[in-house]
Structure formats: C-alpha cells, structure tokens
C-alpha cells in the first residue's frame, strides 16, 4: 500500500519557469490538500479539495493551480515560479469527516527551490 | 496558521517530561491532532483527540483539552532522544488542516 506518493522530491526551476507537483494516492480518500512548510510558520494550506471535481483556495493560493479529475490524483501547478515560493511542499489526503479515523495521510514532500 | 498557536522550542533533559502547548481559536473543531515531523520527512500523526473529549491517554502521550480556554496540550512522559522532532498541533475544519507553527522539541541525554 503506497499511501500518498509525491513527485518529485527535489527541484531546482528558474524564475518564471513553471511546473506541476505531482501527488496520487491509493487510499480512496475524498480530501485532498496541498500545503507548503516554511521555517517559523507551520505548514500553510495552498488549496484542497473534498472530492473529484471540487477544488477550493486555501490560505495561500495565489501562484498555484490545482485540479482534481480523479479521485487518486491532485496535481499542483506553479504558473512562473518566483524565489518567494521557495518552500517544501507537502501533499496530504483523509477520508471525508465521519468515515473512520480522522487521520490526514501527507507524502514525503517536495523541497523546491526557485533562483 | 494564525488561528492555532504554539511555542517554538522546548528543551527538555532525556526520562523528564514534556508538555507542548497549543491555543486554537474555532470553537467548532471537531478534532484536535497532534503531528511529529523528523528531519527530512513528512508529518505521521502521533494521536488526536474529539472535540466532546477532556483527556486521551496512549502510552508515553497524554493529551489534554480544555475547551473553555482553548487550549491543548500533548505530555511526553519519559522522554527518550528519539523524541527529538518538531511537533505540530492541528484543528480540522471541513477537511482542512489548520497548522501551529510547530515547537521544537530537544531531548538533551
């Protein structure tokens, strides 16, 4: 069982490129996030979603894309990367509230550096 | 998150205990969690607690929740080296993860 699995877990873009963050879980969860973790600040919520076809911005959206077509996948888009979104980035996925444990399941993460 | 705070270091020697504290501002969370994160890797859940709850206890960890304040707390009894990690208190609200800053903790032998 793979659980929650990121790609890639290192990358180095030039200002202005763009890229996609992959994340695919294997767990049917309905919930899906991104967030981004950076020293002194928790890990932040970039945008989620509740199930397949329904995305929602969370506290830090602006910069990124996601989209949610299937139930296992959640892509993350960086439009043209800038140094401030210099981060680690973390994928996490749970069941919808009232369905077992409420446990978030999060990836390795991916450590992202923009010069 | 700016709804959910925590200290951001604690240092403790190795067999004492621990107490992380957390202060969180939705009264309508349903659950409450407590995350470790290693250096290097991603966040595993250590325990959490239901909003109807005071207090949880497994193993090491006990957990405590005082609704009035909101205010939680997670005590490591015995603390061993391998403890050593950052821990993060979380609140979860409508499937989201709102995040604390995160408390350091180091275990000194």
């Known amino acids: 069982n793979a659980g929650v699995t990121q790609t890639p877990k290192f990358q180095v873009l030039k200002t202005g490129q763009s890229m996609t963050l992959q994340c695919a879980q294997d767990?049917?969860?309905?919930?899906m996030s991104w967030y981004r973790q950076d020293p002194g600040m928790g890990l932040r919520l970039i945008h989620y979603?509740?199930?397949?076809?329904?995305?929602d911005q969370g506290e830090v959206p602006n910069g990124y894309n996601v989209s949610r077509s299937t139930t296992e996948d959640f892509p993350l888009r960086l439009l043209s990367a800038a140094p401030s979104q210099t981060s680690v980035y973390f994928c996490?996925?749970?069941?919808?509230?009232?369905?077992?444990?409420?446990?978030?399941?999060f990836g390795q993460g991916t450590r992202l550096t923009v010069v | 998150g700016e709804d959910v705070e925590q200290s951001l270091f604690l240092s403790v020697r190795e067999g004492d205990s621990s107490v992380i504290n957390c202060t969180y501002t939705?009264?309508?969370?349903?659950?409450l969690y407590w995350y470790k994160q290693e250096p290097g890797a991603g966040l595993q859940l250590l325990t959490y607690?239901?909003?109807?709850?005071d207090m949880k206890q497994d193993q090491r960890l006990t957990v405590l929740l005082n609704k009035k304040d909101k205010h939680l707390s997670l005590r490591i009894a015995d603390t061993q080296t391998g403890d050593s990690a950052i821990y993060f208190c979380?609140?979860?609200?409508?499937?989201?993860?709102?995040f604390g800053q995160g408390t350091e903790l180091s275990v000194k032998p």
């Open positions: 996490a996925s749970s069941h919808k509230p009232g369905t077992g444990i409420p446990e978030a399941f």
């Open positions: 767990m049917n969860h309905e919930y």
């Open positions: 979603s509740v199930g397949a076809g329904i995305t």
């Open positions: 939705d009264s309508s969370s349903t659950y």
């Open positions: 607690i239901f909003s109807n709850m």
């Open positions: 979380a609140d979860s609200r409508g499937g989201k993860l709102i």
